[in-house]
């Protein structure tokens, strides 16, 4: 079943190159808000999305310029939409420093959008995932038979200018700050959630609710069943302060989150995590300034002890130039708190579902007890070519508290450690997305990753590790 559906992925794809688009020449999606800040998540480029789910391919249907199999029509108001993606990627590296790795993945994914008329729609993904070379230690997020990746009802109204919607059943959801709310696009299949989302939208303000449980994956077909355990769930908005001569917006986002999630002591659930975030971003552009700044803080309870903990995280860069490569300056600050032993309170912040590549695909650092500052530089020779390169100074905040990794988790031996200084972490980066024609994209996407160990990682008898990755993705 999983080489029918890649078989079905790359026919459908390679098929459908020949259509050219003209009058309408992307499926963007009706509503009032900017849709940078619709909070429907990242952007894949040319008017694509990561959630293709987003894409509405009727305004290029009506222009006579959708693509084969995009917007067809059914009768009446009704139209039916296939997308695919396919992704070969490799990856080299080390899980922990010292351990040495390789892996190959295929991810492939099939998507149908039912629409009835324009306010209510069925959009059903199924997907699956292969990984080889660590294909037995694999979690099913990376091998993967089939899934049901989503499947959900949406409803959507126009009231008084206000676009009014609310989605039910399984979907991605990825509202919120990256270092917090998250595909997880590394692994083959992106992390799914159960339950209802509702939004408001107007054209200077928005505000959305959430409830949602966690999509608990098996290795087989179609054997995912809903985690009632994990729970996500909460309140966002997001309001225009500020609009440019060049009409850039700034954007300021308010948000409350509520999680739960499982602690586990080897593979024994030994308790619940349950933690309230609130806090605020603000982030969009002012001449040739782009600034993104999160201030979160969490309290909760963990394991019979109350949470209280905060982080702070800021990126900016400055435009040298808007001529030739576009060089930009690029810095990053990333706080995360620790958990000093013998506090009656737990402090370490939980970063809950943070963005894979936010400190690097190889997960080489986690944000808890963390304090980075990163300076960089980064071009675009081309619109559709981008390359960056940055230097992190990392170092942690609690001395009693452990040298965290991606998904938090501890590097051996570094509890016990008397200094702060965890290293540096290089990171070079880049990717060039191309049209094929009709809106179907392929993106080469590659990096390069290397923590040099500090003295708290020799302490403890670690040394230095690095991570590579090289992808290629085909998008219809």
């Not at 429907?40 to 199999?69: F, I, N, Q, T």
Request: charged share 20%.
């Amino acid at each position: 079943m999983r080489k029918n559906i890649a078989s079905l992925l790359l026919a459908a794809t390679f098929g459908a190159w020949h259509t050219a688009s003209h009058a309408q020449d992307q499926p963007t999606p009706a509503d009032p808000y900017p849709l940078a800040a619709a909070g429907w998540g990242p952007e894949a480029g040319g008017g694509l999305w990561y959630s293709r789910w987003v894409e509405d391919w009727s305004a290029m249907r009506a222009a006579g310029s959708a693509p084969s199999l995009k917007a067809l029509p059914l009768g009446g108001r009704a139209s039916l939409t296939f997308s695919t993606e396919t992704r070969l990627r490799y990856d080299a590296g080390q899980i922990n420093l010292g351990d040495d790795y390789e892996q190959s993945l295929l991810r492939s994914v099939l998507g149908a959008d039912l629409r009835l008329n324009r306010g209510l729609r069925l959009y059903a993904e199924l997907g699956s995932g292969y990984a080889g070379g660590l294909r037995e230690a694999s979690t099913p997020h990376f091998e993967n038979k089939e899934s049901l990746q989503q499947l959900f009802v949406e409803a959507r109204t126009t009231v008084r200018g206000s676009l009014v919607g609310a989605m039910i059943g399984r979907q991605e959801f990825t509202d919120g700050p990256r270092q917090l709310v998250s595909l997880s696009d590394g692994p083959n299949l992106h992390r799914t959630w159960n339950g209802a989302r509702l939004y408001l939208h107007r054209e200077r303000f928005r505000l959305g609710a959430f409830d949602l449980r966690a999509t608990r994956l098996g290795r087989g077909g179609f054997d995912e069943d809903i985690d009632r355990f994990e729970r996500l769930a909460g309140v966002n908005a997001s309001l225009v302060v500020a609009t440019d001569v060049d009409g850039h917006n700034t954007y300021l986002e308010p948000f409350w989150i509520h999680s739960r999630m499982p602690v586990r002591d080897a593979q024994t659930v030994a308790g619940a995590d349950k933690r309230d975030t609130f806090g605020a971003r603000l982030w969009g552009q002012r001449g040739n300034w782009k600034l993104d700044v999160t201030l979160a803080r969490q309290t909760g309870r963990l394991l019979g002890r109350d949470v209280e903990a905060w982080g702070f995280f800021a990126t900016q860069s400055l435009a040298l130039s808007d001529a030739a490569w576009k060089p930009r300056l690029t810095t990053r600050i990333d706080v995360a708190t620790g958990d000093r032993a013998g506090s009656a309170t737990h402090e370490r912040f939980n970063p809950l579902y943070p963005s894979s590549n936010y400190l690097g695909e190889g997960r080489l650092l986690g944000l808890g007890n963390l304090l980075l500052i990163a300076p960089g530089f980064s071009v675009s020779p081309a619109a559709s070519t981008s390359v960056s390169v940055e230097y992190g100074f990392a170092r942690r905040l609690v001395r009693q508290d452990a040298v965290y990794a991606g998904g938090m988790r501890a590097y051996a031996g570094t509890r016990i450690g008397s200094g702060h200084d965890i290293g540096g972490l290089a990171r070079l980066t880049g990717s060039w997305t191309g049209s094929m024609a009709g809106n179907n994209k392929v993106t080469l996407a590659g990096g390069y990753e290397y923590l040099s160990a500090g003295k708290e990682l020799h302490r403890a008898r670690l040394a230095s590790g690095s991570y590579g990755h090289l992808s290629v993705t085909f998008r219809y």
